[in-house]
């Protein structure tokens, strides 16, 4: 039996049904069979894969076209419109209920102004279901309707992936497409409800280890989650390929940020300290980068001329 020592609650920053939620604090003691432990620990390869697919390194870099970004947009309106309908259909689910967070999570309103901001008032008609968002959509209606249980592990994959990597994400979209300051285009990452992200995921997480559920629906869940991330996969790869065949000037983030910002969101090959790291450890393929990344600084210019200017000096006075 695992002992899990609690501190004097705090609030999550969260208002649901009229009342303050409150949550455990920091210190609290997980267990290795509570579910959020499980997804975060069987999910990781997929986590990792899907960090790793060409077209979320290129976003990641600012290299992000605009098309792309709009058709983008469009998939996730219609998974989240097919997984908020189903989780609005179960929403007194004994398994679901708990999790149940429209006002603070559901995105589908707030990726339609994002739509509509892109394609103009008649935004519906422009957009269609795409042959790579299709299966993730079709998979979402059909665990809706048939096994309900499953729209947790949807529901933790897409929203606590917003709550975290999404706000690097709305970051480099702003930058990189040079979005106004407003948020207009970038609805979809702002969650007016949720006045504290770190206290709402906890929250969160909490109720799903509230759950009542055996060993092997756990397993079933986490599986679940690897099939999401497949799914999301697939829509990343169909972007890559759309992207290959739209003729637009490639937007990124550039020089000139502070190396906090790029490292966070930008071109990390631009980076010199990355370079240097590389020409370092021994990769070759860095070395030209690295030069010409630092000729392009002006206090690496400053030091090269009082450099150049020493040693003419220094040669001149040899000479004598």
Not at 72 to 98: Q, R
Request: glycine share 8%.
């Amino acid at each position: 039996m695992t002992t899990k020592t609690k501190a004097e609650p705090k609030s999550s920053g969260v208002i649901n049904g009229g009342a303050r939620i409150v949550v455990d604090g920091d210190d609290e003691v997980l267990s290795p069979t509570d579910l959020s432990e499980m997804l975060a620990e069987g999910t990781k390869d997929s986590h990792d894969k899907a960090e790793n697919c060409q077209f979320v390194k290129d976003f990641l870099r600012g290299r992000i076209k605009r098309e792309l970004f709009k058709r983008g947009t469009a998939a996730l309106y219609f998974v989240y419109a097919a997984m908020e309908e189903e989780i609005e259909k179960n929403e007194d689910h004994p398994h679901i209920a708990p999790i149940y967070f429209p006002a603070e999570l559901h995105r589908r309103e707030a990726l339609a102004r994002d739509l509509e901001y892109f394609y103009g008032e008649d935004w519906e008609s422009q957009i269609s279901l795409s042959a790579g968002t299709k299966p993730y959509v079709d998979r979402i209606h059909g665990v809706g309707q048939r096994d309900p249980v499953l729209l947790v592990a949807h529901s933790y994959t897409r929203y606590m992936g917003d709550l975290s990597g999404g706000q690097i994400l709305k970051k480099v979209a702003q930058r990189a497409l040079k979005l106004p300051s407003t948020g207009e285009g970038l609805n979809f990452y702002q969650f007016e409800g949720i006045h504290s992200q770190k206290g709402f995921k906890q929250l969160y997480r909490s109720r799903m280890n509230e759950l009542e559920l055996d060993a092997e629906t756990k397993e079933r869940i986490v599986g679940e989650s690897n099939r999401a991330f497949s799914f999301n996969m697939m829509v990343f790869t169909e972007l890559e390929e759309i992207g290959k065949t739209i003729k637009e000037e490639v937007q990124d983030a550039g020089l000139g940020h502070s190396h906090a910002e790029i490292m966070e969101g930008g071109d990390i090959n631009k980076c010199p300290y990355y370079a240097a790291k590389m020409v370092a450890s021994g990769n070759p393929t860095y070395a030209c980068q690295l030069a010409m990344t630092l000729l392009t600084h002006p206090p690496f210019q400053w030091a090269l001329a009082a450099w150049v200017a020493l040693l003419a000096g220094f040669t001149a006075w040899y000479l004598l």
